[in-house]
């Protein structure tokens, strides 16, 4: 020992021997600075991946066009950015070992990662696949990371994410409920403070901005959470708390079958716990619990749900055309995230007739499966069933062997969770499709393959050498990319909210200002070429009908059937009197939505101008099909006809209309005229 009494010389003999109180001032060794950097990387990733699920949850922002495009860029930025930092870190490290029994279920998600890059270069419609394309490439990266690469307490940290951001939603979601019952409509002031208050009258949305996303997020999360009921890190009686908070705004989403498909889930939940867990005491219980919760859906109205034989009809029209899509290119598809591109075409003239609506387009099959053969072929679909198949039936391998109780409780409310949502898809296949749930979706089993196979790790680094140069690259260009590049479609969004409120109050510089902006920042935004273009055929300048033709070609170059498009043009060449092109685009526009009153009127129109009465003539009949009481088609098929001399026919239908609408005066006039002309 110095004579300086430092013990700095000390001996490991020397050091154990010392008082606590000595012992406790001494310092812990540093690590080396390659694991000082390596364990930074590793807790950003995964507190970073805990943050992302809670924004994507709870965020949203009413200044967009869309409420949720918020989640949609901070998924990509997250996303991005959290596989960026993985990439950097495990070139650092070199210690993932990939074993045969995770390459069992690596290899059907990394293959459908590289499909999806396939039909993106397949398909003839990049512009609009794109964000599809990055969201499965981040869904895979993110899935990849959790399976790979997590221990208990990582899985703990976003469990605790996940069980903050749903008390967040569901709590906002009881604002809603009561906000609903008991203050007055929109736009008055109310309990929920949002200017979307109300937006789906009575159902709850919460943080969703749409009740059946809501759902879809709800049902996958229970029986996770039921789950922990069997875990001691978890207050019980806050768990309890959660789970009633889930329930109540599940049922006042009024999806009914949603809540369907929870009753299936969590069936399935407590049939395993039961079997494998639970002790005789408990078993009653259990039982009584779900009898009480079939009760009480039962109850509140689940199968009271009104529309319920619109809704199928409306299905099954949905499923008719989506398949009669699938039988045109069967074994490729269109093209990963193109369906909203290509349904237009195969659209069921129902569908109109049961929205009401003729400027809305479908952007999902209403069946994730239906939709990703639709979009990727039999080869994609395969290719997912695939790595499903893996997933579950590993689960169920494991569930049989030897485990810890709470982490075979874990796994039994994961595995009942992802089979519910998979369930709900089959009849409700809007959710996998939304970041929000279906970033949740691949969080959850991405968990269920962490604890299916275990990570393995080798004691010292290994020897990627060129692979371990390459991964680290990558990941240092794809934070900075993601950080200025997705931002953009947010921007845009921003401003298309904005140029809307313009065009609304026909402000038409200002609108066309800011949608200019909206293309700056995403040049593949279809809505705003064909904003753009209504713009041009509203304000009628010099040169707005050539730049609105230049517009709505531009829609057409993106989606050649986007909704109304031919209509547009068709409505441009008839101003311009060039009859042959209304005529064209009229029709062109009769074959994708036969239902709209408006266009027949105005094709006859066309028509008459050419001197083709016949041809007006059986337009107006063609109409009459879809609208037998139109006192608009009466008058005009009146019209040709009187334009024919065909005065009795003409007479008819005159009567017609005045039985429709007895007190139409054009209908009156024209009696008059004909009476008078007739001499009667």
């Known amino acids: 020992m110095q004579e300086n009494g430092s013990n700095s010389e000390l001996t490991s003999q020397e050091i154990l021997s010392a008082p606590v109180d000595q012992q406790k001032k001494i310092p812990e060794p540093k690590l080396p600075l390659k694991e000082r950097v390596i364990n930074f990387l590793d807790n950003l990733v995964v507190y970073g991946l805990g943050f992302l699920a809670f924004a994507i949850a709870v965020g949203f922002y009413l200044k967009t066009y869309d409420s949720c495009q918020i989640k949609i860029t901070i998924f990509q930025i997250g996303g991005s950015i959290i596989i960026g930092l993985w ?113 789906f009258g009575k159902r ?50 009024f999806i009914s079958l949603s809540l369907l498909s929870f009753l299936i889930g969590f069936f399935i939940c407590l049939i395993l716990i039961k079997k494998d867990v639970v002790t005789e005491k408990y078993k009653k219980i259990l039982l009584m619990v779900f009898i009480f919760l079939v009760f009480l859906f039962f109850v509140l109205g689940i199968f009271l749900y009104r529309g319920k034989g619109e809704l199928i009809r409306y299905k099954k029209a949905i499923f008719s055309a989506t398949i009669e899509m699938i039988k045109d290119k069967p074994i490729l598809g269109s093209g990963i995230g193109t369906f909203r591109i290509v349904y237009p075409a195969y659209r069921k003239p129902e569908i109109f007739l049961i929205e009401g609506r003729h400027n809305t387009e479908t952007d999902h099959a209403e069946n994730e499966f239906l939709e990703i053969w639709s979009e990727e072929g039999i080869v994609g679909l395969l290719i997912f069933l695939w790595f499903l198949f893996e997933i579950f039936s590993n689960t169920i391998k494991k ?77 240092i ?9 997705f931002p953009r479609y947010f921007i845009a969004d921003v401003h298309h909210n904005i140029a809307i409120f313009h065009s609304k109050r026909g402000e038409w510089e200002k609108a066309l200002k800011h949608y200019n902006l909206v293309l700056e920042n995403n040049p593949n935004y279809i809505m705003t070429h064909y904003f753009m273009g209504n713009v041009y055929n509203d304000r009628w300048n010099a040169g707005d009908p050539e730049r609105a033709l230049q517009k709505y070609e531009d829609v057409k170059k993106l989606a050649p059937n986007y909704v109304q498009v031919h209509y547009q043009v068709a409505t441009i060449y008839a101003k311009l009197e060039k009859w042959e092109k209304a005529i064209e685009n009229y029709n062109k526009y009769l074959e994708i939505d036969p239902v709209w009153e408006r266009t027949y009127p105005l094709l006859a129109m066309a028509y008459a101008q050419l001197g083709k009465y016949k041809k007006a003539e059986e337009t107006f009949i063609a109409g009459l099909k879809w609208h037998p009481e139109s006192a608009d088609m009466f008058l005009g098929l009146g019209n040709i006809c009187y334009a024919q001399k065909k005065f009795k026919s003409a007479e008819r239908f005159y009567k017609k209309v005045l039985e429709i ?7 009156i006039e024209n009696l008059k005229i004909l009476y008078k002309k007739t001499k009667k």
């Open 87 to 199: 990439l950097i870190k495990t070139s650092i490290e070199r210690k993932i070992l990939i074993t045969k029994e995770q390459r069992k279920i690596l290899y059907p998600v990394l293959v459908f990662a590289l499909w999806g890059i396939i039909s993106y270069l397949l398909t003839d419609f990049r512009g609009a696949a794109f964000e599809e394309l990055t969201k499965r490439i981040i869904y895979v990266g993110i899935f990849v990371i959790i399976s790979l690469d997590f221990n208990e307490k990582k899985r703990n940290i976003i469990i605790s994410f996940l069980i903050t951001a749903t008390l967040v939603s569901t709590i906002y979601g009881l604002i809603q409920f009561f906000d609903t019952r008991f203050w007055p409509p929109n736009p008055a002031h109310g309990l929920d403070p949002f200017i979307w208050r109300q937006a």
């Open 204 to 253: 709850i949305f919460s943080t969703f901005g749409n009740p059946t996303f809501y759902a879809g997020y709800l049902i996958l999360v229970f029986s996770l959470f039921f789950s922990l009921l069997w875990n001691n890190q978890w207050k019980k009686w806050f768990i309890g708390i959660v789970l009633l908070l889930i329930l109540f705004n599940l049922r006042f989403t």
């Open 399 to 475: 569930l049989k062997s030897e485990i810890e109780i709470a982490e075979k409780v874990l796994l039994i409310g994961l595995f009942s969770g992802i089979i519910t949502f998979w369930i709900n898809s089959l009849y409700r296949g809007v959710s996998y499709y939304f970041v929000a749930p279906g970033f949740f979706v691949w969080v959850l089993t991405g968990i269920t393959a962490n604890i299916i196979v275990s990570p393995k790790y080798s004691e010292t680094p290994q020897k990627w050498e060129g692979f371990r140069v390459l991964i680290c690259a990558v990941g």
């Open 477 to 485: 260009v794809l934070i900075p990319f993601s950080i200025l590049y």
């Open 661 to 667: 609408k007895p007190n139409n005066r054009e209908a």
